[in-house]
């Protein structure tokens, strides 16, 4: 369980923000890729590739939230309500005659909010996060419906519109925008007292407490940036769709879970980091791509997600048992 | 009964640590084996490679004259091996009766539990323990002392040929520590032979035959208990002469104002508390185990709700509604529960010691590693702590190191008021000597310091006035020059000072 | 037909002698309550209900889910209504339906998806969206737009994208009925340029299946897409749009509500849709429901075929444009 | 935190079969109940009280397996998907001409296989348990559609349709199941020596490692209960269909999760009885039926489905603490 100590000064940035001990999920990602790239001479494409980012923005960021709450010892059921309610909302907007930018910010005001609401349930009602999220999920979803009475809206304003259609230097702007919210995260948690206190609430919450941390306020937080992060990821999808649909996004908690374990985040919280959630979400979006590339039937999609994310945790950690 | 156990030159090493080192010895059935050594020396890792929990990397251990090697501690209980954990290993939810019988739960015909059958044979072992409680009383609702009992009748219930305990009187008070001390005369004599871990000195001269010295994982010297003394054994375990602690410790004899002014303090267990303690002042604060020190201080740093009374910090009558604002004011708390109180266990042994005093190290929302690194570094150096980087999991180091980190991590936030309850649990006399030092550097300094202790000696040894409780109660007070065991004792069990100058 | 509901002197064979005493109190079952559809057709069932004489019709959504639907109904039995709309979360459903109501008295109709038994035969009157004819309608439409505007450049660089959705049951034939159409229509096509993808209904993955499909074939400029609902149009056209081939491309989705959308704007490879009138579908249904329950007429007694115990009423899609969407939804284009 | 000791003796009985601290929740519980009866009159009849057991019974198989689970420090996700599956596997087996029995012992023992299949991979290859069973979930319901291309399958099979419709005094035969299942259950949880040594893997697995308990074997068997009892539920199910269906109880294991939780059982694992599930499953299962019975709209329910979560954890969250 102890790494080795000798090569810490080498490994000791990687470390830091990819995790060394994610070499096994590296490998399987790279073994992935090969894979695919056999099978079909599209898959290892620039386009392809870029495919796959695009695909990654929504996931990617809400996946960013749930490993800070995992690494807070906590967990969020309601990110994709949160997408679903703010693409609705910020379709709504819109309609109405609000710019671009007041939406934008109008909508992921919204979702700290909701964020904000999930914490003061679980830090206040002391309702076990898994229980009171799967709760706020379904009040979310429930409202994403109320409040455009079950039907898509339309998103006609031009500049929204850009925001899922442009690229920047040939990047589309929701990759540009995942990648500046994984450098600003990756950050956030590496090196602001707020990530610290992070992995020491999640590493004992109670031990925390009587150090002088607010354990509540930094799982509040986390809380925040989830549901942030889900409603900005939500803001996005609308303007890639061109409407607001209150049915979108069902079960993004679930992949953006899934991308979080996958990167080696553990459970029992205190461990983990971000780094190993990009693998987690590459990993992931490759492999679903890779699926529908090959235009496996759908069915069998499901049976082969299911696998590979017992292969890639089994690999890796048969991988690093056999180190120890 | 005639049994025989033997360790041949066993090793065993984790990453970086050397454990144990050629370790050698054999011993007799009905025979008490006391194992002595500081922090880390290897004492518990022995205990848990004798029951299959570690697998040594060298070397064998015999039973009978027989070599056995044990997978897991399961086969060791077959084997008639049973260990005591440092660590309490109870379940909550469960009846006594069903945590005594843990693995081994009898059934009737119809292959469910025999429950009949079990409470009645704990309620055998309770009365043969002479205890206040019931076998199917929820553990939950049993004081520390208690469940520590319980998981000593669990081991006790079992078919015993070695039996083990690693510092079993660190949760107990002297009442249940003198029916254990029956308890294991008693299983002496019927032929079963006792390993004893303990820092207490005073607990292996009253009931062991030899006493083994360990120190950095090798074997320093066996000593039949009755043809030494503690001078020797500690300058065997430590290395050096640390003559007589308490004496030669550099005592502050002027003290200032208040510090902390406490009136009237009552929560849901303590009612009606008023002391203070005076900058450059050591207050003990004494009691037996449940009498409500921990929940005095508790509220007081913030950990637990006030119902009422008033507290006066450096002068000022302040309002602390959470650990943050006890910190803030310059207070710093050193939990008794180590484990589930003081450290993160997985993370390391730098982010616990710097964990109360990350404000100060942050600029801008972002910690300094660099100013981190040194104050941490600074702390390990202070306090002697044994672990190979700052780096490592705390989890990983021994108790007494864990301990030391938790001291560092106060050291460094530099407070007006340190609070310390148990600050010595299980560790080593060394290391407790350089908290005794560490403690009185402080008070010269001008920090006011309160400190819990269950251990009379130490209690008596190091503070300069003794606060003493009883069932959420004060008792009474006693200054330096009149406190003695007697009449601390007679304060917490009959609540009446004995020699007759009660304040 | 407002005056006739006063004197109703003459009811038949109608199992609620005291129903004219008694408020009418309808019921709708709806498998997916949430879709927009379901809430046009169930709303203008109970508009329509209310205006004959209903003083109330419970409207219930069984979330596509068997269980919820039997809950439902016990429910609605329980209460004693009066008369009961059904579309029923999946059809093999039908026998249990039509025992229960038949038990319990209550005269029931099937909206969109028929009650009939193991033999595909109807055991309740019904309205039924017939989907693979749907599908043909949508194929057909696509065929002559193609074949009108001679959009076929070059066959090896066209393509025709089918979009599914093979885990309903229920709508999986409006893909074969497009698909039937084309291949019927000799387009000569090389074969591996025709092809299937799957989704679960909504726009984003709609989109990314697309994006892959295109993807994995580069050779193609040239598409040719259809989708079992407009969302999933919707998500092709994002899709080719990305890749930058929306402006050669022709898609074509059913249920008109994103496409109506689509069509105020400049351009959109969002090219027709199959329009369903919810207010037709519900009002047909309510006021034969109505009819029944006021003068004992028999349900869609006019659509019984030869030999066939019950009446089906077919509702067919209504091909739209961005030319005349706007007459034909009427105020569902806004 | 210590309660008074007194009464221990008079209600040691009731507390160990139902659980006395769940007293707040039976006052829930029959709050809930007056407030449908005040708003509804349908609502309190016999009628209804039985469509709530009926509507109840697959849930309640599937809660008392997963309560197995967490009190053993475990969670599954697979429920719904084994019922669907095992709905669709009865049905071809009985279209191939199987009886109802043996149709029945095949799906469960299917069923038991699937829960020793996820007991495997959180045994041997150490995944989570809400990871490993999220993946096999995928596998179960891509299986389920694959065997039956995707098509519900008729069952025309009489005497197998009848455990669907058939009353036994009055009472719907799945009702009578899940009640004998409940007391099975309750009696193997609180009396056998496998159901305490779940509560000791639960409670401290280190003392149950040191007591020589094979937790693997306790976890194993309690998944194994878990798809067992979801089988049957699926092939129940089915029989009140008339019909095997791929896609049937989606989400059933959150129902069931609710169920638990609301039952008192805590994630943390080692706590609590299957008695508060009883509890559970009632409260979820009338407050949907009490919202079905006021035909509140679609969108509404959603909204108070997570409200009730909410509000009936935190009652007793609030009842509870004022007690300490
Ligand atoms: N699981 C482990 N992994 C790595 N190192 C360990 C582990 N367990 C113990 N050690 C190390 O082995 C050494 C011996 O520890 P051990 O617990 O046996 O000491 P001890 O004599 O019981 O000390 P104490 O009196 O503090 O309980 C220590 O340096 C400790 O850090
Ligand atoms: N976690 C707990 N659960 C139940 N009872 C508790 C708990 N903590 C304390 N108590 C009870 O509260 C009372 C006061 O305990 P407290 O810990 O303050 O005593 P103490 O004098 O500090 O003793 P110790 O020597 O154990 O520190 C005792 O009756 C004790 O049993
Ligand atoms: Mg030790
Ligand atoms: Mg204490």
């Known amino acids: 369980m102890q790494t080795n100590e000798v090569k810490q000064d080498k490994w000791s940035i990687i470390k830091q923000y990819i995790g060394s001990e994610k070499i096994g999920l590296m490998i399987a990602l790279v073994v992935m890729v090969i894979i695919f790239s056999y099978l079909s001479p599209h898959y290892f494409t620039a386009k392809n590739l870029m495919n796959i980012l695009v695909a990654s923005s929504l996931v990617g960021l809400a996946a960013i939230g749930q490993s800070y709450l995992v690494i807070g010892g906590q967990i969020d059921l309601s990110p994709g309500a949160v997408a679903g309610f703010s693409g609705v909302l910020a379709a709504i907007l819109l309609q109405n005659g609000f710019g671009t930018v007041p939406t934008l910010l109008i909508v992921v005001v919204a979702g700290i909010l909701i964020g904000f609401i999930n914490s003061l349930i679980v830090n206040t009602l002391k309702i076990a996060p898994f229980i009171a999220t799967l709760a706020t999920m379904q009040a979310i979803r429930g409202l994403a419906y109320i409040i455009c009475n079950g039907k898509p809206i339309y998103i006609q304003d031009k500049t929204y519109l850009s925001i899922g259609k442009d690229r920047i230097l040939g990047v589309p702007i929701p990759v540009i925008i995942l990648i500046l919210a994984f450098i600003v995260f990756i950050i956030l948690l590496s090196k602001s007292r707020f990530g610290r206190n992070l992995y ?29 992060l889900s409603a900005l990821g939500g803001a996005i999808l609308a303007s890639r769709m061109n409407s607001g649909q209150p049915s979108s996004s069902m079960g993004l908690e679930m992949s953006a879970v899934t991308a979080v374990v996958l990167g080696g985040i553990a459970f029992t919280g205190g461990i983990g980091s971000l780094g190993g959630t990009v693998i987690g979400v590459l990993i992931l979006q490759g492999f679903n791509n890779g699926l529908l590339i090959m235009n496996v039937p759908q069915f069998w999609q499901y049976v082969a997600s299911g696998l590979l994310l017992v292969a890639a945790l089994s690999f890796d950690y048969l991988r690093s048992r056999k180190r120890v | ?357 990350l404000k100060r190290l942050t600029k801008f929302g972002f910690i300094q590693k660099k100013a981190e690194k040194e104050v941490v570094q600074k702390g390990i150096v202070d306090l002697n702590i044994k672990t190979s980087s700052m780096e490592k999991q705390i989890v990983y180091l021994s108790g007494g190191n864990q301990q030391k980190v938790i001291l560092a991590r106060w050291l460094a936030h530099h407070p007006k008021l340190l609070i310390l309850d148990e600050p010595t649990k299980g560790i080593d006399v060394g290391a407790k000597s350089e908290i005794y030092r560490i403690i009185c550097r402080l008070a010269n300094q001008g920090i006011g310091i309160i400190i819990i202790s269950s251990e009379l000696p130490e209690i008596i040894g190091i503070s300069d006035r003794i606060m003493v409780m009883a069932n959420g109660e004060k008792k009474g007070e006693l200054n330096r020059q009149e406190a003695t065991e007697e009449r601390i004792l007679g304060l917490a069990m009959l609540g009446t000072d004995i020699g007759g100058s009660e304040k | 037909d407002d005056k006739t509901n006063k004197d109703t002197g003459s009811k038949t064979e109608t199992n609620n002698d005291d129903a004219k005493d008694k408020d009418i109190v309808l019921a709708g079952i709806y498998k997916d309550l949430s879709q927009v559809w379901f809430q046009g057709t169930s709303s203008s069932a109970k508009a329509k209900a209310m205006s004959m004489g209903a003083s109330d019709m419970l409207l219930i959504d069984a979330k596509m889910d068997a269980d919820t639907y039997l809950n439902a109904l016990d429910n609605i039995i329980a209460q004693e209504v009066d008369g009961l709309i059904v579309c029923v979360p999946d059809q093999k459903l039908s026998t249990i339906t039509v025992e229960k109501c038949k038990a319990a008295g209550i005269p029931v109709i099937a909206d969109d998806d028929g009650l009939i038994d193991e033999n595909g035969v109807h055991i309740a009157p019904a309205l039924e969206l017939d989907a693979y004819r749907v599908g043909q309608q949508q194929g057909e439409w696509l065929v002559n737009h193609v074949k009108d505007n001679a959009l076929i450049k070059d066959p090896a660089k066209t393509g025709y994208f089918v979009l599914e959705m093979t885990t309903v049951s229920s709508v999986l034939p409006r893909s074969e009925g497009a698909l039937d159409k084309w291949n019927e229509s000799n387009m000569e096509l090389p074969e591996q340029n025709v092809i299937r993808g799957d989704y679960l209904g909504s726009t984003e993955e709609a989109f990314t299946v697309a994006s892959a499909i295109i993807t994995a074939n580069p050779q193609i400029d040239t598409w040719f897409a259809t989708a079992p609902n407009d969302e999933g149009a919707a998500g092709i056209v994002r899709a080719l749009e990305q890749a930058g081939l929306d402006q050669n491309a022709v898609v074509a989705g059913l249920g008109g509500y994103l496409a109506k959308d689509e069509w105020k704007k400049d351009y959109s490879a969002f090219k027709a849709s199959g329009y369903f009138s919810s207010k037709v579908d519900g009002e047909a249904v309510a006021e034969a429901m109505m009819n029944h329950l006021l003068h004992g007429t028999e349900i869609f007694g006019e659509y019984k075929k030869e030999g066939a115990e019950f009446g089906v009423y077919p509702l067919g899609a209504i091909m739209v444009t961005k030319d005349d969407y706007k007459e034909v939804m009427g105020a569902d284009a806004e």
């Not at chain 2, 209980?77 to 009766?97: F, H, K, P, W």
């Not at chain 2, 669990?154 to 003198?178: C, G, H, M, W």
Request: a negative charge; one cysteine or more.
């Open chain 1, 200 to 228: 020491i609430v999640g590493g004992n919450p109670v031990a925390a407490r009587l150090a002088g941390i607010n354990a509540k306020r930094v799982i509040s937080k986390a809380f925040m940036i989830t549901s942030g």
């Open chain 2, 1 to 357: 009964m005639n049994n025989t156990l033997e360790f041949r030159d066993i090793c065993k090493n984790f990453p970086g640590v050397k454990a144990l080192d050629n370790m050698s010895f054999k011993v007799q059935s009905g025979e008490v084996v006391a194992f002595l050594g500081e922090n880390g020396a290897g004492k518990s890792t022995l205990l848990k490679i004798l029951n299959g929990d570690f697998q040594q990397c060298e070397g064998s251990y015999l039973i009978d004259n027989e070599a056995i090697q044990f997978k897991n501690p399961y086969e060791a209980i077959q084997a008639g091996i049973s260990i005591i954990y440092q660590e309490r290993q109870v379940v909550d939810y469960l009846t006594v009766g069903e945590n005594v019988f843990m693995g081994n739960m009898p059934l009737k015909a119809n292959g469910l539990v025999d429950f009949k059958t079990m409470n009645e044979a704990t309620q055998k072992i309770i009365d043969e323990f002479d205890l206040d409680m019931k076998a199917t009383d929820q553990v939950k609702h049993l004081s520390v002392a208690y469940q520590q009992m319980v998981e000593i009748m669990k081991a006790y219930n079992r078919q015993l040929k070695v039996i083990a305990f690693d510092e079993p009187t660190a949760s107990l008070s002297n009442a249940e520590i003198e029916k254990l001390f029956l308890i294991i005369r008693n299983l002496k004599k019927k032929g079963v032979i006792v390993l004893y871990v303990s820092h207490r000195l005073k607990e292996i001269f009253e009931l062991s035959d030899r006493v083994i010295v360990f120190k950095d994982g090798r074997l320093v010297d066996i000593k039949n208990t009755k043809e030494t003394n503690e001078a020797e054994l500690v300058k065997l375990m430590v290395g050096r002469d640390l003559g007589d602690v308490f004496n030669e410790l550099d005592r502050n004899e002027t003290f200032g104002d208040n510090i902390l002014d406490v009136k009237n303090l009552s929560n849901h267990y303590v009612k009606d508390i008023s002391f203070h303690v005076r900058k450059g002042e050591i207050l003990g604060l004494s009691g037996l185990v449940g009498a409500g020190r921990t929940e005095t201080i508790r509220s007081i740093f913030g950990a637990d709700p006030l119902l009422s009374g008033d507290i006066y910090f450096d002068g000022e009558k302040v309002q602390i509604k959470s650990p943050e604002d006890a910190i803030a004011l310059g207070m710093g708390l050193c939990p008794e529960d180590r484990k589930g109180q003081g450290i993160a266990p997985i993370r390391s042994v730098k982010e616990n010691a710097s964990m109360a005093i």
